[in-house]
């Protein structure tokens, strides 16, 4: 497998693997699919402030994506980026996600970032662990925050420093 940044045509597979997740579970709260150009057109306004990388299997195929993006709208939190990663769900499980992950944050420290924050809807423990192998601490859970599937699901924010 090979990481690399993000490129204009990976952003068919980068919608497959998204509305995979919004359109058969909790993890993302999106109710509508999405098309490729409504992903792409976020990374191609803010590439060169947040880093967005994909993994590539050795047949070119893309099967999974990490991406920094704004945590919130002020200026004092410039230097605090918003994490997350998505998997097409036959790659998960073979620490895969942990690698491209892992590549993300080294991106953000050199992006100069002080601290990343990681949103994730519970339960969910395979993105918990990874989350605190990889040095993130819980720092709080909003409850019952997003409606999906005809019940309530509480998000878990996870911080993990960078300098």
Not at 5 to 14: C, L, M, T, Y
Request: proline letters at 5%; glycine letters at 8%.
């Amino acid at each position: 497998m090979v990481i690399r940044d993000a490129e204009a045509a990976d952003f068919e597979a980068i919608a497959a693997i998204t509305n995979h997740y919004i359109l058969n579970t909790p993890i993302h709260f999106a109710y509508e699919a999405q098309t490729p150009a409504e992903l792409r057109d976020p990374w191609l306004k803010n590439r060169q402030t947040y880093p967005f990388l994909v993994i590539v299997h050795p047949t070119g195929e893309v099967v999974g994506y990490a991406k920094a993006a704004r945590w919130r709208e002020r200026s004092a939190y410039d230097r605090t980026a918003e994490v997350g990663l998505y998997l097409h769900p036959q790659h998960c499980g073979q620490g895969h996600g942990r690698k491209l992950y892992q590549a993300l944050i080294d991106r953000c420290r050199e992006h100069t970032f002080h601290s990343v924050i990681g949103g994730i809807a519970l339960p969910n423990a395979p993105s918990v662990r990874l989350h605190e192998s990889l040095g993130f601490r819980h720092v709080g859970t909003f409850h019952q925050v997003g409606w999906k599937y005809e019940k309530w699901h509480d998000v878990g924010f996870w911080q993990l420093m960078l300098t």
